[in-house]
T-cell receptor, first 113, second 110 residues
């Protein structure tokens, strides 16, 4: 099992450009999450999904959109990137809900110039 | 009061030392508690869950104090490989997503 994978690993964007981050898991997990991690801020939840076809907002959803068309994939989109979105993005999945262990992907380092 | 609070550290300790971290949480109805470990430039990984009765895994002991709303992590006989950031994680209410603390950085020095 690959666990949770994220693509790309690194990306540099210019302000205003768009991109999609892909998260894939092969553990048949229902729940998937997108976080961003910034120095001194810890992990902050952007959006999450409790199952295929569902999405919900987290703590910092503005400027991001997500889709969960297939159970194994969770996409994070930036429609018009801003320098404030420079961060490390982590995807995670869990079998069920909040009491279950979250498994994280290796992260995507995004820089917006 | 912030939802989950941790002392950011860093805690610099010599090899073989015992070190303890505390984490406070705001919601008295919280049900689930965890410690995750994050190495530099890596993803977080579950270290251990925290049960009401406390639990131990080798050199690591986790405790929950519901009355004072904090959890603790004790590391005995520290190893160089224990150097990492330790994240306190709490399920605030029902099936809402977990809330992560900002982490406590530990450096074990030879």
């Amino acid at each position: 099992n690959a666990g949770v994978t994220q693509t790309p690993k690194f990306r540099v964007l210019k302000t205003g450009q768009s991109m999609t981050l892909l998260c894939a898991q092969d553990m048949n997990h229902e729940y998937m999450y997108w976080y961003r991690q910034d120095p001194g801020m810890g992990l902050r939840l952007i959006h999450y999904s409790v199952g295929e076809g569902t999405t919900a907002k987290g703590e910092v959803p503005d400027g991001y959109n997500v889709s969960r068309l297939k159970k194994q994939n969770f996409l994070l989109g930036l429609e018009s990137a801003a320098p404030s979105q420079t961060s490390v993005y982590f995807c995670a999945s869990s079998y069920s809900g909040a009491e279950d262990t979250q498994y994280f992907g290796p992260g995507t380092r995004l820089t917006v110039l | 009061r912030k939802e989950v609070e941790q002392d950011p550290g860093p805690f610099n300790v010599p090899e073989g030392a015992t070190v303890a971290f505390n984490c406070t949480y705001s919601n008295s109805a919280s049900q689930s508690f965890f410690w995750y470990r994050q190495d530099c430039r890596k993803e977080p990984k579950l270290l251990m869950s925290v049960y009401s009765s406390g639990n131990e895994d080798g050199r690591f002991t986790a405790q929950l104090n519901r009355a004072s709303q904090y959890i603790s992590l004790l590391i005995r006989d520290s190893k160089l490989s224990d150097s990492a950031t330790y994240l306190c994680v709490v399920n605030m209410l029902g099936n809402t997503p977990l809330v992560f603390g900002k982490g406590t950085r530990l450096s074990v020095i030879a």
